[in-house]
Each structure stands twice: as structure tokens, then as C-alpha cells.
């Protein structure tokens, strides 16, 4: 896999490496600003389906290093910086319109992918002893009745 650092260099067929799919600085022609990556909004207390629909989506984008920090914006004398910026503000476009309203104005003003990624994890992914309570009850309270298998099984696993 080419490195984020390699992005301007040429392949052996003399085009930059930009425009292969496996750097992550490539952005096909359908990624764009107004994309929507998971059918579900960050709405809070969703974080643990959300982020993991996000990490798949942006896995399969090859994206996922804006967010985990493995990517870092390039020096300002890099010649990779335009092609970083131009990739962290898509996915920072891409979070923008998978979450509430009220949540991306919490967020507009963030400069990196990264930052918004942090911002939300810290904020959501905490543990919550009430909804723990609430879903241990409704897991202890949960009865089969007349559902087949399949459909008990899969209310469970929604719950």
C-alpha cells in the first residue's frame, strides 16, 4: 500500500500516485462533501452502532486515518498538505451530515477529522449505569411467546 507520505510521487506508469485507489490522499469521483455514509444520524445515545457503521464506511474509503490519527496533517513545506486538507475536509463532511443537527453545531468549528472523532467519542461512548439498568431489565423481562426463534433472537439482539 502506498504511504500517505509517497502521494506525490509517480507510479511506473508516470501518474501520481494520488490517483490510486489504495493511497489514502485518492478520492473518487463520487466522495464528495455531501455524501452520507451511515443511514442512521448520531443522535447520542446510538454512538455504538453509529461509529461502528462510520468506521466500516470510512474502512471501505480508506479514510479511516484522518480519524484514528494515523494520518497527521503533513508540515506546512509538505507537498502532500493540499491533498490532506483537501481529504480531512471530506471526512469532516462526511461526519457533519451523519450526525444531529444539534451535535454538528457542537463540532463546525473543529480543524481536523481527528479532533471530531475524539470530541465525539469522549462525549458518547460513556458508560451510562442508568440505560445499563434499563437494558438489563428489559434483557431479564424479555419473554418469547408465540415469536419463532428468529424473531425472539432478533429482538434480543437489538435490545
Not at 52 to 80: E, H, Q, Y
Request: contains cysteine; charged residues 20%; glycine residues 6%.
Amino acid at each position: 500500500m502506498e504511504t500517505p507520505e509517497s502521494g506525490k510521487s509517480k507510479t511506473s506508469g508516470g501518474h501520481s500516485a494520488i490517483d490510486d485507489s489504495s493511497n489514502p490522499y485518492f478520492l473518487h469521483h463520487s466522495d464528495s462533501p455531501g455524501l452520507v455514509l451511515v443511514s442512521q444520524p448520531l443522535i447520542g445515545e446510538n454512538y455504538a452502532s453509529w461509529s461502528c457503521a462510520m468506521l466500516i464506511a470510512l474502512s471501505v474509503k480508506n479514510k479511516l486515518g484522518f480519524i484514528d490519527g494515523l494520518i497527521p496533517k503533513p508540515a506546512g513545506t509538505d507537498p502532500n498538505l493540499s491533498s490532506w486538507i483537501r481529504n480531512n475536509n471530506i471526512v469532516i463532511s462526511w461526519i457533519f451530515n451523519s450526525v444531529s443537527k444539534e451535535i454538528s453545531a457542537s463540532i463546525i468549528f473543529s480543524d481536523s477529522a481527528y479532533e471530531i472523532w475524539l470530541d465525539l467519542k469522549d462525549r458518547f461512548q460513556q458508560s451510562n449505569g442508568p440505560r445499563i439498568f434499563q437494558l438489563s431489565r428489559e434483557l431479564m423481562n424479555h419473554v418469547q411467546d408465540q415469536n419463532s426463534v428468529s424473531v425472539y433472537f432478533t429482538k434480543i439482539k437489538s435490545i
